[in-house]
């Protein structure tokens, strides 16, 4: 595999990252385990998340006494990236490895991940028909299945009641389109001591592009893996899609991009000064924490043609170049299987991929929100956007271009234009330079 296949996400590698040792051997032995008996597991996420983490690999333990974990734990999703896409550009990633679906085209094409199928089908032909089938089709490649994902968290939206309420506005339903999201935005945004500083916003619009380019009929690629043409101009549900962003930013009807781009959007939501915010379960927890007002969720707008979210999740894989493939897949099993998965729902930021449990009382009754059900149906209407390995350099071009199109300096039809030049570079660029199959 050539490096230069990571060029776009190996522009600055962090290599300061966090190394933890766990032992663990049956009788309190403090002798360290075999070769054979060893898995390094690389994961990202907060202290919380490595609480759960950590739960999980105990029980795993209960009945693999001897196995030692080492664990590579980087909090920041994008170090964790980076550091993982070198570790597999030279033959050294750990035996399991958490991967999201922004950066998986990239590793699968890479050839460093195992081939999972021919384990799937000796083990889990049972399990399988259980789990959402737009969660195992997030994490396959080129026909086959080389991660295994563990959650469904696609977005939803979620409200802030008392800011609703005061602005005389009724809850948002499942039946709610684009239009309504845009009365209901026009209607919250205020300046209430009319001091030119405005006190609340309707949104903070959800800037991934490619879900409401999708509700409004829009499209952006021939093929998703392996695109060969750019649909952007070709398509003119997708102008209609930009003309209606660019008069939501125009009237003010949504926070300005000053505020509602960045980390730690969802802390201005918490505050109290935003009626809509969308995001996955993962936020829950920080949102348990709100004093000031209460708050729901509920499912994404509909749109010209069809329902669309963000199809969001995690998953696990395994290194080609493990010398302990077997054991490693004993692991990821354990964590993806119901037992692993029911421990991390219960930390109250996934939903599970398993439909007999999202259907559940055991998910569906925990609180908050009040709406449990609307994290189950991101599975009707979830899209994980593009899907080869030039995602990230694509989801940058719509980024500046929707930048610079609400900033003025662009027109809706110079924005198509731009993207679909830039985009059909993307391509011409990945066809001439793609490792040979």
């Not at 925990?366 to 189950?376: C, D, G, I, S, T």
Request: a positive charge; glycine letters at 8%; one cysteine or more.
């Amino acid at each position: 595999m050539k490096k230069k296949s990571f060029s776009f996400l190996l522009s600055i590698v962090v290599f300061s990252f966090l190394l933890v040792s766990l032992t663990g051997c049956g009788g309190g032995s403090k002798q360290s385990a075999s070769s054979e008996n060893k898995i390094v597991f690389s994961l990202w996420g907060s202290v919380d998340q490595m609480k759960v983490d950590q739960q999980i690999i105990d029980e795993f333990k209960q009945s693999h006494t001897n196995v030692e974990f080492q664990i590579i734990h980087i909090p920041s999703q994008t170090r964790y990236n980076d550091k993982l896409l070198t570790m597999l550009a030279g033959g050294t990633a750990p035996d399991v490895m958490f991967v999201h679906l922004n950066a998986f085209p990239v590793y699968a094409e890479s050839g460093r991940l195992l081939d999972l199928d021919p384990y799937i089908q000796r083990d889990l032909k049972k399990e399988i028909n259980d789990i959402y089938p737009l969660a195992l089709k997030t994490f396959q490649y080129k026909g086959k299945q080389f991660a295994f994902p563990r959650d469904i968290s696609g977005w939803v939206m979620f409200y802030n009641k008392k800011l609703f309420k005061e602005s005389g506005v009724a809850y948002p339903t499942a039946n709610w389109t684009w239009n309504n999201f845009e009365n209901a935005c026009k209607a919250i945004t205020k300046d209430t001591n009319k001091d030119g500083v405005y006190d609340s916003y309707g949104a903070i619009f959800p800037q991934y592009l490619p879900i409401i380019l999708s509700a409004f009929g829009g499209a952006i690629f021939d093929n998703e893996e392996n695109p060969t043409k750019c649909l952007i101009a070709a398509n003119p549900n997708n102008l209609k899609a930009m003309e209606w962003i660019k008069k939501l930013f125009d009237e003010k009807a949504v926070a300005p991009l000053d505020i509602a781009t960045g980390v730690g959007t969802h802390e201005i939501f918490m505050s109290g000064k935003i009626g809509m915010y969308f995001t996955g379960r993962w936020k829950v927890t920080d949102f348990k924490t709100i004093k000031g007002f209460d708050w729901d969720v509920c499912s994404v707008p509909k749109g010209i043609s069809r329902r669309a979210t963000r199809q969001s999740g995690s998953a696990l894989a395994i290194s080609k170049d493990s010398k302990n493939k077997d054991l490693a897949w004993e692991f990821l099993k354990f964590y993806t299987g119901k037992q692993g998965v029911k421990i991390s729902v219960k930390g109250g930021r996934l939903t599970p991929i398993y439909k007999s449990m999202a259907n559940s009382a055991f998910f569906l009754n925990q609180r908050p929100p009040e709406n449990m059900q609307a994290f189950v149906d991101t599975m009707k209407y979830g899209i994980a956007g593009t899907k080869f390995p030039k995602n990230g350099e694509v989801l940058f071009v719509f980024q500046n271009v929707l930048q610079e199109m609400i900033q003025g300096s662009l027109t809706p039809e110079k924005a198509i234009v731009r993207m679909q030049n830039d985009l059909t570079k993307i391509i011409e660029d990945y066809q001439n330079t793609k490792p040979k199959s």
